[in-house]
């Protein structure tokens, strides 16, 4: 069974950074695009940010110039780079190839933002 590993999650105050990472298996990097998504309290899960299997990417107009989605092959790891971070920023954020497949969610790690 495929199973995604996210962490770097944590407690931050508005305009903080963080790093998250994600542990997946080398051929989710060869095969499909990668994405991180987030999901807040009482609120859909929603895509962040996407990393094509190319090296193509695209953001979510609230983390746009904030955060930077990145791989490293060698590793087998997907990053999510977030700067100023803001309050609006608290969920659970959650890695998975984009479209999503049901059966690779993982746990997330979540993330808050403190005013």
């Known amino acids: 069974q495929v199973q995604l590993v996210e962490s770097g999650g944590g407690l931050v105050q508005s305009g903080g950074s963080l790093r998250l990472s994600c542990a997946a298996p080398?051929?989710?990097?060869?095969?499909?695009?990668m994405g991180w998504y987030r999901q807040a309290p009482g609120k859909e899960r929603e895509l962040v940010a996407r990393?094509?299997?190319?090296?193509?990417?695209n953001y979510l107009d609230a983390v746009k110039d904030r955060f930077t989605i990145m791989k490293d092959s060698a590793k087998n790891m997907l990053y999510l780079q977030m700067t100023n971070l803001k309050p609006d920023d608290t969920a659970h954020y959650y890695c998975?190839?984009?479209?999503?497949?049901?059966?690779?969610w993982g746990q997330g790690t979540r993330v808050t933002v403190s005013a």
């Open positions: 998975n190839a984009d479209p999503p497949g049901p059966q690779f």
């Open positions: 990393l094509g299997v190319r090296g193509s990417t």
């Open positions: 080398e051929i989710f990097f060869s095969v499909f695009a």
